[in-house]
């Protein structure tokens, strides 16, 4: 029996063109603390400025390698729009960074170890042509449709939080996480699809997704507790579990029940990205993001 699937059908009326977006966001006023009072769920949420940029600088790297496989013209124009969209997310929140270590955060010691990961343990290897040098680039690009399935996530996520905006976030940070979030949305089908298209192998989907999965739980739980053991405003600063369970009871981080329940989602045969979120919503709010449209949310 083959373990590669028919490609599970797309929702046709999500599929647009993908276009990056120059940004601009203003860090001046926003503090450390952007989430009032809740300094844990404000740093489980700024582990995304330590993992994003070389991660997703990872994804354009490998998708410029993959772009010869690709036969489908529509596809090949996706890609080209996510590598886009991909680099300037890399580069947007590579400029909190330098606010961060303003603030008396240094992040220089985690992003460090983020960028020996992508660059060293998931970058080219010294392969010959042929089999193993494909093999490993298939394995890197099934690896990012898993990721992609999380990052889409808490996109759609991000969107719909309303309880950030209840408590009081930072406009500028919100508008930089609702921004990424919508085009990860909005392009949430493409890693996908162009793993179907050029693989589609439903063993290596189901084992880069738990090597995917592992490694941003494995990665996420370092960086939040180096954010809270390091903040120079908080004696003791601890991360813990029992923290991002109620944090996902308040609504201030996705509900661990929501992630738990996205596992099976993309481990069905039938899975599809276009099944979930909302392109409209997505639009809807680039179409008003101040970032996105010449200045700053504050």
Excluded: C
């Amino acid at each position: 029996m083959s373990n590669t699937p028919p490609a599970p059908a797309p929702v046709a009326s999500e599929h647009i063109d993908l276009k990056p977006r120059n940004v601009s966001f203003g860090w001046e006023d926003t503090p450390l603390h952007w989430l009032p009072r809740d300094p844990f769920a404000g740093h489980m949420i700024n582990v995304l400025h330590l993992l994003l940029p070389a991660g997703e600088r990872w994804f354009v790297h490998v998708y410029k390698q993959v772009l010869p496989y690709i036969e489908d013209e529509r596809l090949r124009a996706d890609v080209i729009g996510f590598i886009g969209q991909e680099a300037m997310h890399a580069a947007a929140h590579d400029d909190v960074l330098p606010h961060l270590k303003r603030l008396g955060l240094d992040p220089t010691p985690y992003t460090a170890q983020v960028d020996w990961l992508f660059e060293k343990l998931l970058g080219d290897r010294t392969l010959p042509p042929g089999r193993a040098r494909r093999w490993w680039l298939m394995e890197r690009v099934a690896m990012i449709a898993a990721i992609e399935h999380y990052t889409a996530f808490l996109g759609d996520w991000v969107l719909n939080a309303d309880e950030l905006d209840r408590r009081g976030a930072d406009p500028t940070m919100l508008d930089l996480l609702r921004w990424h979030g919508a085009e990860e949305v909005e392009h949430r089908s493409v890693a996908f699809d162009l793993f179907m298209h050029v693989d589609g192998n439903y063993r290596r989907r189901a084992r880069t997704w738990a090597t995917a999965f592992s490694a941003l739980v494995f990665l996420w739980q370092r960086g939040v507790r180096f954010f809270m053991e390091n903040d120079p405003s908080l004696v003791n600063g601890r991360a813990s579990l029992g923290q991002f369970l109620r944090a996902g009871q308040q609504g201030v981080l996705p509900s661990t029940g929501a992630m738990l329940r996205s596992i099976p989602t993309y481990l069905s045969r039938t899975y599809h990205p276009s099944q979930e979120g909302s392109t409209a919503q997505a639009t809807a709010y680039l179409a008003t993001s101040p970032g996105a449209n010449g200045g700053s949310a504050a």
